[in-house]
């Protein structure tokens, strides 16, 4: 096998077999389906005014897809810089006085310590159980619209999905690699992002 890119050298690894669709693409369903997080932020952006989350999610999608297609330090660097980067903002969203500036040490920090791939997962994971908490107390409130409850629970429960998704190709990856589920974690998550950002 060829590596068009060169070595493999990030610190999370995928279940999907390398280049054996085109030749420059190392993980090629892992690589095409970054593209929903690219739709989703064009339709955050232009459906919903979220401009500055509609970038960063199309940023994620751009970063997802030279992380998959290179499996390059550059490219996890990219994706999950974009990841952090568009919590936050979901965070923001919420926390309204919350300042741009607490971008710079996550930012700072990440970097520092990018080749430790469970310092990202800490950060990334207590992001979403914050904004997951969130929702559920939106759910909960009864002077929120019916919209916003039922964007709230499709969040909820199209982020579980990709997460269950996301363990399935960690942890079985040798039993069920033909099903692609990293795949399956960028549609559920795509589909979760709009929605939550949609509702927060």
Not at 67 to 83: K, N, P, S
Not at 152 to 172: A, E, K, N, R, V
Request: with cysteine.
């Amino acid at each position: 096998m060829t590596e068009f890119w060169g070595h493999e050298d990030i610190s999370i690894h995928f279940c999907e077999d390398k280049y054996t669709h085109i030749f420059w693409i190392a993980e090629y369903y892992n690589t095409i389906s970054c593209g929903f997080y690219i739709l989703s932020g064009i339709m955050l952006w232009k459906l919903q005014r979220e401009k500055t989350i509609g970038i960063s999610l199309i940023c994620v999608g751009l970063g997802s897809m030279v992380l998959h297609g290179t499996l390059r330090y550059y490219g996890q660097w990219m994706d999950e810089v974009a990841m952090l980067i568009t919590s936050f903002f979901g965070i923001r969203k919420i926390k309204k006085n919350l300042s741009n500036i607490y971008l710079v040490p996550i930012i700072a920090f990440y970097s520092y310590f990018q080749s430790f791939f469970p310092y990202f997962l800490i950060i990334f994971t207590g992001a979403q159980i914050f904004l997951g908490y969130k929702s559920i107390k939106t759910i909960k409130n009864k002077k929120v619209t019916l919209k916003k409850k039922i964007m709230s629970i499709m969040y909820i429960q199209f982020f579980l999905m990709g997460t269950i998704c996301w363990l399935t190709d960690q942890f079985y990856c040798h039993e069920l690699k033909d099903y692609h589920f990293h795949a399956w974690w960028h549609l559920f998550t795509s589909i979760a992002a709009f929605c939550g950002f949609s509702s927060f």
